[in-house]
Antibody
């Protein structure tokens, strides 16, 4: 069965960086894109970016450009999300989510079908 | 950026009720619309993809409809386990979520 298992909670000081991992199992790692989504306490869901585990290409939401880096290790079927220059507003639960697609009349329609359990990152001095 | 607006933001209903949640996009997104359910302290769960396709394992009381800018999620007969927060998401241009609809027990 498909599983995405994320690393544990982190506490960081403002200005520091954090690196969260997401280990995939139960499917062919390089056949599906992986997304990162975050959720601040009591707030909604915010898409951060996507990585193609096959070639390593990435695309980031404009809000996070220059501060986020997504990488992967195909030998361990793990993707990573590193966020730098942390500030208190980055306190959130960070999720990885597998990207799938279906086609309708030749058009690819994307969705997130499996999610990790989430990693709480707390930024506090 | 495409904005997604859900209504209502919160909703009180009873077990057995029929419930409809609406999601409106700021521009046409064809059928690039997904619905997720999230319970407190848990990751979101995919319910509906491509506006109207039911994800495997999701009960048939959930259904989705719409195209263009206006979409609905309908729960035909609310069950106790359905009380949660629901999010729509567009995948037409990158990815944006609605602000969520919290479904509470009346």
């Amino acid at each position: 069965q498909v599983q995405l298992v994320q690393s544990g909670a982190e506490v960081k000081k403002p200005g520091a960086s954090v690196k969260v991992s997401c280990k995939a199992s139960g499917y062919t790692f390089t056949s599906y894109y992986m997304h990162w989504v975050r959720q601040a306490p009591g707030q909604g869901l915010e898409w951060m970016g996507i990585i193609n585990p096959s070639g390593g290409s990435t695309s980031y939401a404009q809000k996070f450009q220059g501060r986020v880096t997504m990488t992967r290790d195909t030998s361990t079927s793990t993707v990573y999300m590193e966020l730098s220059s942390l500030r208190s507003e980055d306190t959130a639960v960070y999720y990885c989510a597998r990207g799938s697609l279906t086609t309708r009349l030749g058009t690819p329609l994307h969705y997130f079908d499996y999610w990790g359990q989430g990693t709480l990152v707390t930024v506090s001095s | 950026d495409i904005q997604m607006t859900q209504s209502p933001s919160s909703l009180s209903a009873s077990v057995g009720d029929r419930v409809t949640i609406t999601c409106r996009a700021s521009q046409s997104i064809s059928s690039y619309l997904n619905w997720y359910q999230q319970k407190p302290g848990k990751a979101p769960k995919l319910l509906i993809y491509a506006a109207s396709s039911l994800q495997s394992g999701v009960p048939s009381r959930f259904s989705g409809s719409g195209s263009g800018t206006d979409f609905t999620l309908t729960i035909s007969s609310l069950q106790p386990e359905d009380f949660a927060t629901y999010y729509c998401q567009q995948s037409y241009s990158l990815y944006t979520f609605g602000q969520g609809t919290k479904l509470e027990i009346k």
